[in-house]
């Protein structure tokens, strides 16, 4: 499956973004969808993650309250809303995919990844 991110871009402490991931190739609606962010000078992260069939959710406890994850297997797209969003937030946030029945936390744990978009939040 290729995935293609987008939706990133600067944004002021407090504000809000959607993050889009639009997938093509293999059947999406069989993978379990997550997102990462990586910083500068900082490694990857987990932010959140989403089963097959969008009953589970899990999210890193650093976004939680303020991130909500989302898929529409008829779009063949997953979407990370951001909510009050915080300087620390400021990264590369990568979407990608994986066929475990559970969602992982783990970088890991996905066999797909998208390109990128960059997240920058402004204090």
């Known amino acids: 499956v290729q995935l293609q991110a987008c939706g990133g871009g600067l944004v002021q402490a407090g504000g809000s973004l959607r993050l889009s991931c639009a997938a093509s190739?293999?059947?999406?609606?069989?993978?379990?969808m997550g997102w990462f962010r990586q910083a500068p000078g900082k490694e990857r992260e987990f932010v959140a993650s989403?089963?097959?069939?969008?009953?589970?959710?899990f999210y890193a406890d650093s976004v939680k309250g303020r991130f909500t994850i989302s898929r529409d297997n008829a779009k063949n797209t997953v979407y990370l809303q951001m909510n009050s969003l915080k300087p620390e937030d400021t990264a590369i946030y990568y979407c990608?995919?994986?066929?475990?029945?559970?969602?992982?936390?783990?970088?890991?744990?996905?066999?797909?990844w998208g390109q990128g978009t960059l997240v920058t939040v402004s204090s």
């Open positions: 990608a995919g994986g066929s475990a029945a559970i969602p992982s936390v783990v970088a890991g744990g996905y066999g797909y």
């Open positions: 190739g293999r059947t999406f609606s069989r993978y379990a």
């Open positions: 989403i089963s097959i069939g969008g009953g589970s959710t």
